[in-house]
């Protein structure tokens, strides 16, 4: 029996990044996985979905590259071989896996496969081998939930309703594809399947999709999105599944329609399974922590999907951080305002803090600034000009608590507003800060004047 | 490179004058040598110098006004970097900082001040509260959290006053301007110590709590209170406007802190001191013999050492944020002496260890030390409980205000013969009056009159005051 100061249960971005992290900190660190280091983010999630995104932008650009002077020799020979996106998938997710299986070996952590099952508060077994811990850290993270709707558990069992993990490993291309649910998820895979080529019906119970997005970013990407294809039907309720076919109605009455497969992305739930001996009180999310990550169980943290929340990887390594800063006796918190979220649309959403709407509720003094794409001379060049970036700022010191971009490359831009509300940053700041050009950067730039007073690149009237 | 600067030495001295230069610029200097000397409102002070080196630079000339903060004389003593005197890890500021010296050298450092203002389109919003730095780089670290006048805690903070360019966030710095908060002294949160709003919003909830509730605390000790009384009102009465010297404005913010700090409570007591009368007549020969200037004072301060030692409580300091009360294991007495330029508190050391005889030399030597301003800083600091003599202008009673975060302070009238009743016969006797203020929060006045009890006894009796 081996005794160790932290063991980390799941190899997901919380639980590799807790451990490693502990390491780095001279702690003696186990960690345990049931499947592949990576969890979903690595192996199901954002890495494998963003490789496939990468080709079904490919394929959209190549769509249009007559209009950039680009033409194919013999005309319109241009398909999707579903065979090798598939396998330029794996290949990246296999190197990425196998660089943070590198990583906890060079940093010593002991990594057991199997599933990890709670002896007592101090005792982990996995498989043959049983584990002593003076710190316990549960980053065993979430699985999709499905609500009850007729017919939905048997088409599941038919391989017809599939999940997010299932829909990155399809087989053959599909015709038509049904996405229930309106989240950033079903967004991502509506992109996704409608680029390559899919017919997309996504099916939403609200009247918008993207609920936790600003207003204005929820109305220009599912206009984007409907524009591009994808059949978005809003304030519809399912009422059953049949094998491919889903009938729904709405307020103009019963409707269905039909897919090859009908991928449902319904939200998810924490994986709790093994833990019952702790008694862990529970959120109505997942597993209960306070700001320190810290359980109602004595020296037992919980990190990542598990605890509900935000979703998201980057959180749960900033959890898995927290955690093992505040074993190692550092107080550490995450300020859960400044998260950055991302969408992977085309083009892309980037956000974070309040939303207009939001900072209003809250009582902030409230202004806000918007600069289009369009007036940007990058993205004209790059003919990707759908999208705008808007400022939210506290209009007592001009302080910056919201930003939303939609862009090509939103993602990669949404940082700059992270490390500018980290430092407590003003739209003054930004309009004083000289962003390069030409770069999609500046319409920050150009927003945060038309906070101070006005843009340059625009006409305003 | 080692800048020698005018380092913050405490009792709330800012500024000073340059009066004498030892050096010169190529001269070598060692490490103890002493480099210049500084007038200030309480003393002069000598300074010596912290390396060894050559000197590269003088900043000022004799008779230029000095800030703390400002650099007098650099020095190169061939270490990589710039260092100083002040801080142990500035380097990275430090570079700046000579170079705006080198530009203003003697200069009047004024605030840089930016209004940032939100409508009309400036879009410069400047740091503000450091910006008068360019001389005065610094913060003293006061937590947001009161800290506890402990006598470490005092010392840590005065000794420490450590001067650095504070890193505060845009929206910290707005709103510490907006608060009246002096960034310098928050001490900040976020990373690297950056100081962040929420720093400034606790800072500013502690100093109205300290305001509310008068805590004995290190910030309490610099909530400049007298500066922050609203202007008087207008009136017709024709005034003429007379500056306050800094060690009166010292004086005055250290009285309000007190008296608004401390629920003094005084007990009046009459002594009857004919013996002690007798007695000082009786070695008055003895003295001049041995060349001491002896004074009632001197037995004064004997008997109250010996009722310190009686009820430690009375040589104390209350830390109200820990709730303890500090019992100070030393007797250092603080003599209140009256000066051309106002009050000075300088103080006798260890008076429990010395005879009457040496307590009178203590007073003479620094009494005259403080109307010449020739005291070292650590001769003013450091009294666990103090006398006030206004006996020697001709008053009997008073009420003295106790020297902060001291519990107690005895003042003595002048002795005068008065009819007092002994064996029901009206008799002359030489009476001494005395007022003691204490600290009622942890001195209640059964207790203090036992004390005052004990010093009667004492110099009623005075013989004890040499036997005991």
């Given at each position: 029996m081996k005794t160790y100061d932290i063991v980390v249960i799941g190899g997901g971005p919380g639980g590799y990044v807790a451990a490693i992290k502990a390491a780095q900190m001279n702690a003696s660190v186990a960690l345990i996985e049931a499947d592949r280091i990576g969890g979903v983010c690595l192996n199901d999630g954002c890495i494998p979905t963003k490789t496939l995104l990468r080709s079904a932008k490919l394929y959209q650009d190549m769509l249009r590259a007559a209009s950039f002077g680009i033409s194919l020799e013999n005309g319109n020979a241009i398909r999707v071989d579903w065979q090798q996106l598939m396998a330029r998938k794996t290949s990246v997710v296999n190197k990425i896996v196998g660089g943070v299986e590198q990583l906890l070996k060079f940093n010593k952590v002991d990594v057991y496969k199997g599933y990890a099952t709670i002896a007592d508060e101090r005792t982990v077994k996995v498989g043959a081998e049983t584990l002593q811990h003076k710190h316990l850290i549960i980053a065993t993270g979430s699985s999709p939930q499905y609500p009850a709707i007729e017919g939905l558990q048997s088409a599941l069992n038919d391989g017809i309703v599939i999940d997010s993990t299932r829909a990155i490993n399809l087989e053959q291309h599909p015709k038509r594809m049904i996405i229930l649910g309106g989240g950033v998820i079903a967004v991502e895979f509506a992109t996704l399947f409608n680029s390559l080529g899919t017919e997309v019906t996504l099916l939403q119970?609200?009247?918008?999709?993207?609920?936790?997005?600003d207003e204005d970013v929820k109305v220009l990407i599912q206009r984007h999105l409907s524009e591009s294809g994808v059949a978005i039907k809003t304030g519809v309720a399912i009422t059953r599944i049949d094998g491919h076919r889903v009938y729904y109605k709405d307020a103009q009455g019963d409707h269905e329609t039909t897919g090859d497969y009908i991928l449902a992305s319904l939200g998810r739930s924490p994986n709790t399974k093994g833990l019952e001996v702790l008694q862990l009180k529970m959120s109505k999310q997942g597993i209960a922590v306070d700001e320190h990550m810290k359980t109602n169980v004595p020296n037992v943290y919980a990190v990542g999907d598990v605890c509900g929340g935000m979703m998201l990887a980057h959180v749960a390594s900033a959890q898995g951080i927290v955690a093992v800063e505040n074993i190692m006796g550092k107080d550490s918190t995450i300020n859960y305002r400044q998260i950055p979220s991302c969408i992977y649309s085309f083009p892309e959403v980037g956000a974070i803090g309040y939303t207009e709407d939001e900072a209003r509720a809250a009582g902030f003094d409230v202004g806000t600034s918007s600069f289009p794409l369009s007036a940007n001379g990058k993205a004209v060049a790059e003919g990707e000009t759908v999208g705008f970036v808007k400022i939210i700022h506290?209009?007592?010191?001009?302080?910056?608590i919201g930003v939303h971009i939609v862009a090509s490359h939103a993602t990669d831009m949404i940082a700059e507003a992270a490390a500018t509300m980290a430092l407590e940053g003003t739209v003054y700041d930004l309009a004083k800060t000289v962003h390069p050009h030409p770069t999609l950067s500046e319409i920050v730039m150009e927003a945060a004047h038309g906070a101070v007073d006005k843009p340059i690149h625009l006409i305003k009237r | 490179m080692f800048n020698v600067k005018f380092a913050d030495i405490g009792e709330g001295i800012h500024e000073g004058v340059l009066l004498k230069l030892f050096v010169d610029i190529g001269q070598t200097v060692e490490e103890g040598e002493n480099l210049f000397t500084l007038e200030t409102d309480k003393v002069n002070a000598e300074i010596p110098s912290p390396v060894s080196g050559t000197v590269k630079s003088v900043q000022y000339a004799v008779g230029d006004r000095v800030n703390v903060g400002d650099t007098i004389v650099v020095i190169d003593d061939g270490q990589p970097g710039v260092r100083s005197n002040m801080a142990m890890n500035e380097s990275e500021m430090e570079s700046t900082d000579t170079n705006v010296d080198k530009s203003e050298t003697g200069g009047e450092k004024t605030p840089k001040s930016t209004e940032p203002r939100f409508d009309t389109g400036d879009s410069v919003v400047e740091t503000v509260e450091e910006a008068k730095g360019a001389s005065v780089v610094g913060e003293i670290e006061v937590s947001s959290q009161l800290i506890p006048a402990s006598e470490e805690g005092a010392a840590h903070a005065a000794e420490t006053g450590v001067k650095r360019k504070v890193l505060a966030t845009p929206v910290a710095r707005s709103l510490a301007k907006d608060l009246g908060v002096d960034i310098q002294r928050v001490k900040g949160t976020g990373p690297n110590g950056r100081v962040m709003k929420a720093d400034i919003r606790a800072f500013a909830d502690a100093q109205q709590r300290a305001a509310a509730e008068v805590p004995l605390s290190q910030s309490a000790v610099n909530t400049p209170v007298a500066n922050t009384s609203k202007p008087l009102p207008s009136s017709d009465v024709p005034v003429k406007r007379v500056q306050m010297s800094m060690l009166r404005k010292t004086v005055a913010e250290n009285m309000v802190q007190s008296r608004f700090t401390i629920p003094h409570t005084t007990m009046m007591d009459e002594v009857d001191v004919h013996e002690l009368v007798a007695l000082k007549r009786e070695v008055a020969e003895l003295a001049t013999e041995e060349g001491v200037k002896l004074t009632y004072l001197a037995f004064f301060i004997k008997a109250i050492v010996l009722g310190l030692k009686a009820f430690p409580f009375m040589n104390a300091s209350v830390d109200m944020a820990n709730s303890e009360v500090l019992l100070k294991q030393a007797y250092h007495i603080g003599i209140a002496v009256d000066t051309p330029d106002g009050l000075m508190v300088p103080v006798i050391k260890?008076?429990?260890?010395?005879s009457i005889f040496e307590i009178a030399r203590e007073i003479e030597r620094l009494s005259q030390g403080a109307r010449a301003r020739t005291l070292q800083i650590a001769e003013l600091k450091d009294s666990t409980f103090s006398i006030t003599n206004y006996g020697s202008v001709g008053s009997s009673f008073g009420v003295p205000i106790i020297r902060?975060?001291?519990a107690g302070i005895m003042g003595v009238g002048s002795i005068q013969k008065k009819p007092v009743v002994i064996e029901d016969e009206i008799v002359i006797r030489e009476i001494l009056p005395l007022s003691l203020s204490f600290d009622h929060r942890i001195i209640d006045g059964a207790d203090a009159g036992r004390f005052v009890n004990e010093v009667k006894r004492l110099l009623s009796n005075p013989k004890k005051l040499i036997l005991m």
């Amino acid at each position: 029996m081996k005794t160790y100061d932290i063991v980390v249960i799941g190899g997901g971005p919380g639980g590799y990044v807790a451990a490693i992290k502990a390491a780095q900190m001279n702690a003696s660190v186990a960690l345990i996985e049931a499947d592949r280091i990576g969890g979903v983010c690595l192996n199901d999630g954002c890495i494998p979905t963003k490789t496939l995104l990468r080709s079904a932008k490919l394929y959209q650009d190549m769509l249009r590259a007559a209009s950039f002077g680009i033409s194919l020799e013999n005309g319109n020979a241009i398909r999707v071989d579903w065979q090798q996106l598939m396998a330029r998938k794996t290949s990246v997710v296999n190197k990425i896996v196998g660089g943070v299986e590198q990583l906890l070996k060079f940093n010593k952590v002991d990594v057991y496969k199997g599933y990890a099952t709670i002896a007592d508060e101090r005792t982990v077994k996995v498989g043959a081998e049983t584990l002593q811990h003076k710190h316990l850290i549960i980053a065993t993270g979430s699985s999709p939930q499905y609500p009850a709707i007729e017919g939905l558990q048997s088409a599941l069992n038919d391989g017809i309703v599939i999940d997010s993990t299932r829909a990155i490993n399809l087989e053959q291309h599909p015709k038509r594809m049904i996405i229930l649910g309106g989240g950033v998820i079903a967004v991502e895979f509506a992109t996704l399947f409608n680029s390559l080529g899919t017919e997309v019906t996504l099916l939403q119970r609200s009247e918008q999709i993207l609920k936790n997005q600003d207003e204005d970013v929820k109305v220009l990407i599912q206009r984007h999105l409907s524009e591009s294809g994808v059949a978005i039907k809003t304030g519809v309720a399912i009422t059953r599944i049949d094998g491919h076919r889903v009938y729904y109605k709405d307020a103009q009455g019963d409707h269905e329609t039909t897919g090859d497969y009908i991928l449902a992305s319904l939200g998810r739930s924490p994986n709790t399974k093994g833990l019952e001996v702790l008694q862990l009180k529970m959120s109505k999310q997942g597993i209960a922590v306070d700001e320190h990550m810290k359980t109602n169980v004595p020296n037992v943290y919980a990190v990542g999907d598990v605890c509900g929340g935000m979703m998201l990887a980057h959180v749960a390594s900033a959890q898995g951080i927290v955690a093992v800063e505040n074993i190692m006796g550092k107080d550490s918190t995450i300020n859960y305002r400044q998260i950055p979220s991302c969408i992977y649309s085309f083009p892309e959403v980037g956000a974070i803090g309040y939303t207009e709407d939001e900072a209003r509720a809250a009582g902030f003094d409230v202004g806000t600034s918007s600069f289009p794409l369009s007036a940007n001379g990058k993205a004209v060049a790059e003919g990707e000009t759908v999208g705008f970036v808007k400022i939210i700022h506290d209009k007592q010191y001009g302080e910056v608590i919201g930003v939303h971009i939609v862009a090509s490359h939103a993602t990669d831009m949404i940082a700059e507003a992270a490390a500018t509300m980290a430092l407590e940053g003003t739209v003054y700041d930004l309009a004083k800060t000289v962003h390069p050009h030409p770069t999609l950067s500046e319409i920050v730039m150009e927003a945060a004047h038309g906070a101070v007073d006005k843009p340059i690149h625009l006409i305003k009237r | 490179m080692f800048n020698v600067k005018f380092a913050d030495i405490g009792e709330g001295i800012h500024e000073g004058v340059l009066l004498k230069l030892f050096v010169d610029i190529g001269q070598t200097v060692e490490e103890g040598e002493n480099l210049f000397t500084l007038e200030t409102d309480k003393v002069n002070a000598e300074i010596p110098s912290p390396v060894s080196g050559t000197v590269k630079s003088v900043q000022y000339a004799v008779g230029d006004r000095v800030n703390v903060g400002d650099t007098i004389v650099v020095i190169d003593d061939g270490q990589p970097g710039v260092r100083s005197n002040m801080a142990m890890n500035e380097s990275e500021m430090e570079s700046t900082d000579t170079n705006v010296d080198k530009s203003e050298t003697g200069g009047e450092k004024t605030p840089k001040s930016t209004e940032p203002r939100f409508d009309t389109g400036d879009s410069v919003v400047e740091t503000v509260e450091e910006a008068k730095g360019a001389s005065v780089v610094g913060e003293i670290e006061v937590s947001s959290q009161l800290i506890p006048a402990s006598e470490e805690g005092a010392a840590h903070a005065a000794e420490t006053g450590v001067k650095r360019k504070v890193l505060a966030t845009p929206v910290a710095r707005s709103l510490a301007k907006d608060l009246g908060v002096d960034i310098q002294r928050v001490k900040g949160t976020g990373p690297n110590g950056r100081v962040m709003k929420a720093d400034i919003r606790a800072f500013a909830d502690a100093q109205q709590r300290a305001a509310a509730e008068v805590p004995l605390s290190q910030s309490a000790v610099n909530t400049p209170v007298a500066n922050t009384s609203k202007p008087l009102p207008s009136s017709d009465v024709p005034v003429k406007r007379v500056q306050m010297s800094m060690l009166r404005k010292t004086v005055a913010e250290n009285m309000v802190q007190s008296r608004f700090t401390i629920p003094h409570t005084t007990m009046m007591d009459e002594v009857d001191v004919h013996e002690l009368v007798a007695l000082k007549r009786e070695v008055a020969e003895l003295a001049t013999e041995e060349g001491v200037k002896l004074t009632y004072l001197a037995f004064f301060i004997k008997a109250i050492v010996l009722g310190l030692k009686a009820f430690p409580f009375m040589n104390a300091s209350v830390d109200m944020a820990n709730s303890e009360v500090l019992l100070k294991q030393a007797y250092h007495i603080g003599i209140a002496v009256d000066t051309p330029d106002g009050l000075m508190v300088p103080v006798i050391k260890n008076a429990d260890q010395l005879s009457i005889f040496e307590i009178a030399r203590e007073i003479e030597r620094l009494s005259q030390g403080a109307r010449a301003r020739t005291l070292q800083i650590a001769e003013l600091k450091d009294s666990t409980f103090s006398i006030t003599n206004y006996g020697s202008v001709g008053s009997s009673f008073g009420v003295p205000i106790i020297r902060y975060p001291e519990a107690g302070i005895m003042g003595v009238g002048s002795i005068q013969k008065k009819p007092v009743v002994i064996e029901d016969e009206i008799v002359i006797r030489e009476i001494l009056p005395l007022s003691l203020s204490f600290d009622h929060r942890i001195i209640d006045g059964a207790d203090a009159g036992r004390f005052v009890n004990e010093v009667k006894r004492l110099l009623s009796n005075p013989k004890k005051l040499i036997l005991m």
